[in-house]
């Protein structure tokens, strides 16, 4: 296995992303589209979900889709082309406009719509106060740590790596995705994963191919793991004990990644699971073949 080596530290220099884009486009020119679709995403067009766009018939050339500032994945299904729309948690329902660029320059508008829907709360309490309400000094390092984590979600391979994804392990779900969450009663950001309740040092295991795009210890996340599985779908794991993985490692469906911990924001040991799409968090069940993982043996 090759290794494209990235520090781990917040503040290294950004070109190395550069070096891992090329060694991923030198790995990717050797995939076929034929060897991944994604009739493995489920379309839930609601906030926190994924929208399937229709474009029209495939082209020689793809064109270029953007909703807003977002840059959105195009690959083609059946002869179609198929814009897929990460939708963020904060997005209103309503009608969205995407803007396309084709490849004969021409323009166009499409328009899909958001539809409601309401997740629950989830109230927790942090012993450690400085998790809820971070000193200077930490706030220091976390807007360091949000402009790298900026970049990392930024990355996006030309074409999709993985052709289906299974639970990272198993274990009962403690918090599922979407969750108005509230630490020490003070309301924080909506859950963007899945926590998955599982013993320390319990296996963690790459759900799909992919590329490992980022790894570090995080104010929040604790020891964490990005990997790119094409067209910016990534998946995310958080807490982790142990990191078995470094930047440029490709990852086979199945293969070791890590071990669960207890590092960062936690009350116990468990994974944080997150998957992204054109740069947010995405519910993980659409890319799942179950409700739940699998009960521990």
């Keep these: 296995m090759n290794h494209y080596r990235l520090s781990s530290s917040s503040s290294r220099p950004l070109t190395g992303l550069t070096a891992l884009w090329l060694c991923a486009s ?3 020119a050797g995939i076929t589209a034929a060897q991944a679709d994604n009739t493995f995403i489920e379309a839930s067009a609601v906030p926190g979900g994924i929208a399937i766009v229709e474009l029209g018939p495939a082209t020689d050339s793809q064109p270029s889709v953007r909703w807003g500032k977002r840059t959105i994945a195009v690959m083609e299904s059946a002869g179609q082309l198929q814009a897929l729309v990460g939708i963020p948690l904060s997005t209103e329902a309503g009608p969205q406009q995407l803007s396309i660029v084709d490849a004969d320059g021409s323009t166009r508008t499409l328009t899909f719509t958001v539809t409601p829907f309401q997740y629950e709360e989830q109230r927790l309490t942090i012993s450690n106060k400085r998790q809820v309400n971070p000193a200077p000094v930490d706030m220091d390092r976390i807007n360091a740590e949000n402009k790298r984590l900026k970049v990392v979600k930024s990355y996006r ?3 999709l790596i993985a052709d289906s994804f299974d639970w990272p392990l198993a274990g009962p779900v403690s918090s599922p995705f979407g969750l ?5 009663d003070q309301p924080r950001r909506p859950h963007g994963g899945i926590d998955i309740a599982a013993a320390e040092g319990t296996p963690i295991l790459a759900p799909a191919d992919g ?3 980022d ?3 995080y104010f929040f996340n604790g020891n964490s793991v990005f990997i790119e599985h094409g067209l910016g779908l990534q998946t ?10 470094q930047e440029g490692d490709r990852v086979s469906r199945g293969q070791l990644i890590g ?3 207890q590092t960062g924001r936690v009350t116990g040991p468990h994974l944080h699971w997150s998957v992204g ?3 947010t968090w995405v519910n993980p069940l659409l890319v799942l073949p179950s409700e739940a993982p699998p009960a521990v043996r």
Excluded at 180 to 184: M, P, V
Excluded at 236 to 245: C, E, L, P, T
């Design 26 to 28: 030198l790995w990717l």
């Design 157 to 159: 391979a030309e074409q």
């Design 180 to 184: 108005k969450r509230f630490f020490n």
């Design 211 to 213: 590329l490992v795009i």
């Design 215 to 217: 790894t570090g210890n």
């Design 236 to 245: 995310f794991y958080a807490h982790m004990s142990r990191i078995d993985v």
């Design 259 to 261: 071990a669960v911990g």
């Design 277 to 279: 799409l054109n740069g």
